[in-house]
């Protein structure tokens, strides 16, 4: 191993019992002090044995716990902050879901810092010039990506369940917009995120905590989410979806199931991945697609295996709509429900030009409509 080379090992000391994490947060907010976040590792750390991700191989599955994780999380978490002052943002160059990537952003949000996923393919003047604007200082990069050292420097490589991710840093020019852009960043910032450009060009969104905790509480609610739920991590980090998905594991102590490229690429093997044959091999309770993505399983699948009677599939969670309790299901729109929520800058709107702070929950808001079907 070489010497600017970290590899994150685990510890050998159980951690102590905890009172179960509802009860933690009851007795804080009765008191009137400010509960944990949902994804505080004092918090997760009493979900204990409860698998946290299952990384689904063609082979043989990897399943990491929540005890195993906070193990992980806790010296990752300590050799950032003798490395990243606390409150910087942290750009995300990762190429697909791993393990290792969603314990670098519970790292990255239990030091305090927010995460910017970006998918630019390269390290390049283009990138360079996203991060300066989204007021980011360092991006970590997984795997074999290249990196230019005319726009970033180097700072250390480190080892995350055995996988490689590098860790570099902007280097800065005084005609950068990084100075005047950080500091309107919101308090308590969770993460930063851009739009498509379908309305025109890609803008940045900054999110603070509040913007989706209480969204996820509520859906946790609505959806009777627990600790027996399996959610499928399989939309791009880069989608801000993706956000409900990891946070509602950490909320209620669900597990995370994430599968490779090559198994997604293919719906066939994605629908054995997510639904397996064999009664030994759990299948995943909660599923959020795009319509175009969630077709390509046809028709007949879809019917006689995603939605049967034998499914194990519980909710179906669209980017457009939310079916829940299949028997009678039901639809409303989730993405414009998280949205409304989290990309206001101030307010929530809803049809009838009523106000909502932003980070109250939206189930309030005439906008979340379901019927059933």
Known sequence: MSSGEI???????????????????????????????????????????????IKRMESEDMIVTYGTAVEEVQILLNFLQDKIPSGSG???????????????????LNHKCH??????????????????????????ANKHLSVSPLHFESMFTILVLKEVCKMYMVKHK??????????????????????????GSPKIVHVPYECIAHDIVALSQKLNISMADIIYLGTPCTFDPF???????????????????????SPSKLLCALFPDNLATPGIT?????????????????????????????????????????????LSSLLGWIRVSCCRNTFATSTESQRYPAGVSCTSCSLYRHQCL
């Open 7 to 53: 590899n994150l090992g685990l510890t050998g000391d159980s951690p102590p019992e905890e009172e179960p994490p509802s009860e933690k947060l009851e007795s804080k907010e009765s008191t009137g002090e400010q509960p944990e976040k949902l994804y505080d590792i004092n918090r997760i750390r009493t979900f204990k044995d409860v698998p946290f991700l």
């Open 174 to 199: 005084s005609s950068d917009l990084n100075v005047s852009t950080k500091k309107s960043l919101p308090a308590n910032m969770c993460y930063t995120i851009t739009t498509t450009g379908s309305t």
């Open 286 to 330: 909660i599923l959020q697609m795009t319509p175009s993505l969630f077709r390509q399983f046809g028709a007949t699948c879809i019917r006689d295996r995603v939605l049967s009677r034998s499914s194990s599939l519980r909710c179906f969670l669209e980017c457009c709509s939310l079916a829940v309790n299949r028997f009678p299901r039901v």
């Open 90 to 108: 942290i750009a995300l160059r990762i190429t697909e879901h791993t393990p290792a990537s969603c314990l670098l952003i519970l790292a990255i």
């Open 243 to 265: 956000v409900v998905e990891f946070f509602l594991a950490l909320q209620n102590g669900s597990t995370l199931l994430t599968s490779r490229h090559s198994i997604r690429e």
């Open 115 to 140: 995460f910017f996923p970006t998918d630019k393919m390269m390290l390049s003047q283009e990138l360079h010039e996203q991060m300066c604007a989204a007021g980011v200082d360092y991006i970590v």
